[in-house]
């Protein structure tokens, strides 16, 4: 099958450049002396994870296999596929533990997480309610970007007394994610962060281990940390997952270039409007998602930037707006398109702002290599 | 069950104000003598959709029980719920039309759409290639937001003579939507361009019919205009989706109340920045999708509009900021929050921005009808 056969919209993917994001992080990690711990909220297809999963290291805490997950679907569907230890990397919700209990029951060794006293009561509750010991590490907030404990904030102890040895419940770790490195105005900047990351929950790890509370899991973890962090002293694994298929925003912040990017959706043009200078085509949001990460940054690369069959930007044309279903194509610059380059019918690929919301919106990888044949088909699952 | 007992996020549809909803537009456009063809591109669910197709009044070439579609798997999935008049509301993008002519093989009255000669000799071609007799409207631009023909421009004729009686192709008539009319400042702007949209496609209409061109079908649609037009004379049909459901784009407009909303977001309060005044939750932009419609009206509601279990908003608190799978509360006008009132584990419902692109994060409606008790759940689907 090739590129042309296939009904657009249809979301494709570069196996080669999948392989080589991967190799890439995977020896920057380990040359750090940590394990990787992908997460799989970007990909959620075991054929693309199976390939961050090779070659892991092992630490004591954390076995080669380990993912991260957003939603208790992603656990369900790896769990299923043989991967047995799951963080939970969000915070958790009441009325998710007993799926959380079931899964543990199916051979999970799950890993959820918290940053209030009030959460580790309830968790240590329902734990011994269901008969069952929930393993949960801290937040931390190392950046104030969203969630967590800040260091140095006495209820980290707390919490830890809470959650520590009870029936229902026992303490793992801390974890912390530096959302704020997507701010980033340079790599030095995201370097800094990283740091500030590294620092930040390494800080929390010894104030929790000089009480007397255990600490086994010291997690890290955002694509543009992960990428440019210098040390990981301290730490006993990293998390990402975007950096797997990479896309324009974080070729934005300069983590990746636009040759790196691995996913993008096949279009068609459906038709022109000359005196607008617009090619229409049949990828709208839905096809690309709404994201606009882009808009925030330096170049603003509307809702993706237009490439040819062999995933090579064309001109200065992106996507600069959309519609449910329709895409439309402009210049940049606002200078004129020569339409007869676009007929109708013509195939055309949209670099994504940002992989995870793209791929969402899509059941299917359409797996190429360079080429424009599809060597294969991998099924992928959005929801809860 | 009851919305306690879901685990979050999920997607919440009051069947009480889907039931109004779709009532109003019945009346409204049943008054004006011409027929609704519901667009199906938001509900995605016969559940929803066969209520919008009760009582449907019939035209000679518009029999009770047509749809819009935006996409081949919506006509799929609704010729297998017996629905068989399906138009296909997007330019037709060659590598669909064979699917289109097993969608006719099966059984399905289908019509197309196209506003180029280009397209119409490979349309007419393909059906003669197929052994099919491709039926088409001309899509005419009413507006300048998008695809189409304007009124007056001599390619009307062109195209209608390329299909027109050919072995792969026939002329049905003409469309065109509204779309500008998301951008309108008031609802007396909105009367102006449904009168500017039936206008257009009169025109178009007629000139085709001067020249001797059959022009069966005469098509309007967008849902502010269908809302407040006062005059439907020449044309044959209506469409409009977002209507059964409503959301905070549609009531920033003021073509319904933010009480008219049907769809909400159902998320679990999971942890509190106090000294931000944020409260954490667990529907990010997964959730709610990253439709961010209400930033460039009147009343930005960040995304989303925070409610009880009721449906009641709760004072000025709005979603302010997401991640993938985190929701960030905080108040419109940076006022503090008792966050006593908002414990760990509490349920809330967050009104979208955007009906269409919300409800295609999830593949369940979670029916209420007043009360938090799920008396059904529907499901739905998306991709292509």
Redesign the interface.
């Known amino acids: 099958m090739q590129l ?1 056969d ?5 979301l494709v993917l570069d196996r080669n450049r999948l392989d080589h994001n991967i190799a890439r992080m995977r020896e920057h990690i380990t040359s750090l002396g940590v394990a990787l711990r992908p997460h799989v ?1 970007t990909a959620k297809s075991m054929d693309v994870v199976q390939r961050a999963l090779e070659g892991q290291p092992g630490t004591p805490e954390h076995r080669p296999g380990g993912v991260t997950v ?3 679907k992603e656990a369900e569907y790896f769990l299923s596929n043989g991967v047995t230890d799951i963080l939970y990397a ?7 533990l007993a ?1 959380v209990a079931e899964l543990m029951a199916k051979g999970a060794d799950m890993t959820i997480l ?3 006293a ?2 580790a009561d ?1 968790v240590a509750q329902k734990g011994e309610a269901l008969g069952v010991q929930f393993a949960a590490l801290i ?1 931390i ?1 190392s950046d ?1 970007h ?2 967590g404990i800040k260091p140095g904030d006495p209820r980290l102890l707390e919490i830890g007394n809470r959650l520590h040895g009870r029936a229902g419940s026992r303490l793992r770790g801390v974890m912390t994610h530096a ?1 704020d490195s997507y701010n980033s105005g340079s790599t030095d900047a995201i370097r800094a962060m990283a740091e500030r990351e590294r620092a930040a929950v390494v800080e929390c790890a010894r104030a929790l281990r000089d009480a007397g509370l255990p600490c086994d899991i010291v997690s890290v973890g955002s694509t543009p940390t992960a990428t440019c962090a210098e040390s990981m002293e301290g730490v006993t694994e990293v998390r990402a997952g975007v950096f797997m298929f990479f896309d324009l925003f974080m070729a934005g912040l300069g983590v990746c270039t636009t040759e790196d990017i691995a996913l993008s959706v096949l279009t ?6 000359e005196d ?1 200078n617009w090619i ?1 085509t ?1 990828a709208g ?3 690309m ?4 990460g882009t808009a925030k940054q330096r170049v603003d690369q509307g809702y993706g930037v237009v490439c040819d069959l062999a995933s090579r930007p064309i001109d200065d044309l992106i996507v600069a707006d959309t ?4 895409g ?1 194509i402009a210049d940049r610059n606002g200078r004129p398109i020569d339409m007869s380059m676009f ?3 013509m195939l055309l690929r949209i670099l994504p702002n940002h992989a ?2 793209t791929a ?4 299917q990888y359409h797996v190429v290599a360079g080429e424009p044949v599809v060597e294969a088909v991998w099924p992928r699952f ?3």
Do not use: F, Y
Request: proline share 5%; hydrophobic share 30%; with cysteine.
């Open positions: 042309t296939l009904e657009t919209p249809a909220k957003s939603t208790l969000v915070g958790i919700a009441p009325n998710k799926h918290l940053d209030s009030e959460a309830i937040e907030d104030g969203r969630s959302g068609s043009v459906i038709g022109h409007q607008r229409i049949d949001w839905m096809a998602s709404r994201d606009r519609n449910q279903e329709h439309i007929p109708v019918g995870c919301a969402a919106q899509h059941s959005s929801g809860w």
